[in-house]
């Protein structure tokens, strides 16, 4: 049998620190909806970490798609939902749909999207963590962000310019900008935690 998962080095030295803050978090969540899941590598290893909390990862990319899937496949884990086809910018999401057996979404997480896709996907995700989050509930972003309009290290401006090299929508988001939109879908921006390689994890809050 062929073996489609994808392995991406970056999600492999991620994953235990974005865990260790996803422990504060995510507790007493119920379900967890993953936007944009990549390789699939995140989900299975924040599924076994968090066994009480069904997981519900999502792609839209045909590969990632198929390597999520291959992940959760070999995982066997029985709190990761089958991955759902979930094009950021749609409305309604999947989710949404009245047939989604887990339609009480306690969470929303997403790494590494929103700097290599086009600004209107990161509208598109505030608008549909409106219309799905309940007053309270967390969506957890991870990622490079610029502050105060600035690169938090030499390093991110070189990756920014090798981002806007693939199309010069993509680019590290500004944290001001991005909190802006937040707050005019009802979100508003309660905590930014830096991580490891001149990442943070930003967290917004349901009003």
């Given at each position: 049998?062929?073996?489609?998962?994808?392995?991406?080095?970056?999600?492999?030295?991620?994953?235990?620190?974005?865990?260790?803050?996803?422990?504060?978090?995510?507790?007493?969540?119920?379900?967890?909806?993953?936007i944009a899941s990549g390789t699939g590598e995140h989900a299975?290893?924040?599924?076994?970490?968090?066994?009480?909390?069904?997981?519900?990862?999502?792609?839209?990319?045909?590969?990632?798609?198929?390597?999520?899937?291959?992940?959760?496949?070999?995982?066997?884990?029985?709190?990761?939902?089958?991955?759902?086809?979930?094009?950021?910018?749609?409305?309604?999401?999947?989710?949404?749909?009245?047939?989604?057996?887990?339609?009480?979404?306690?969470?929303?997480?997403?790494?590494?999207?929103?700097?290599?896709?086009?600004?209107?996907?990161?509208?598109?995700?505030?608008?549909?963590?409106?219309?799905?989050?309940?007053?309270?509930?967390?969506?957890?972003?991870?990622?490079?962000?610029?502050?105060?309009?600035?690169?938090?290290?030499?390093?991110?401006?070189?990756?920014?310019?090798?981002?806007?090299?693939?199309?010069?929508?993509?680019?590290?988001?500004?944290?001001?900008?991005?909190?802006?939109?937040?707050?005019?879908?009802?979100?508003?921006?309660?905590?930014?935690?830096?991580?490891?390689?001149?990442?943070?994890?930003?967290?917004?809050?349901?009003?």
């Amino acid at each position: 049998m062929s073996d489609n998962r994808q392995f991406a080095p970056a999600a492999e030295r991620n994953r235990d620190p974005i865990l260790s803050v996803l422990k504060d978090l995510l507790e007493g969540s119920e379900t967890v909806l993953e936007i944009a899941s990549g390789t699939g590598e995140h989900a299975v290893h924040f599924a076994s970490a968090f066994p009480d909390v069904t997981w519900q990862p999502t792609n839209f990319d045909d590969e990632h798609f198929t390597s999520a899937e291959a992940w959760r496949e070999h995982a066997g884990l029985a709190n990761i939902k089958p991955t759902l086809r979930l094009d950021a910018c749609a409305n309604p999401w999947p989710v949404e749909a009245p047939d989604y057996e887990h339609r009480d979404i306690s969470a929303i997480f997403n790494a590494n999207m929103i700097h290599i896709s086009p600004w209107e996907v990161t509208l598109g995700l505030f608008n549909g963590a409106s219309r799905i989050l309940s007053p309270g509930n967390l969506m957890i972003l991870y990622g490079p962000y610029k502050v105060d309009g600035e690169h938090t290290a030499d390093s991110n401006k070189k990756f920014e310019d090798w981002l806007k090299g693939l199309n010069p929508g993509f680019g590290i988001r500004d944290i001001g900008e991005v909190s802006e939109v937040a707050k005019k879908e009802g979100l508003h921006h309660r905590q930014s935690i830096a991580m490891p390689a001149n990442n943070f994890i930003q967290v917004f809050q349901k009003s």
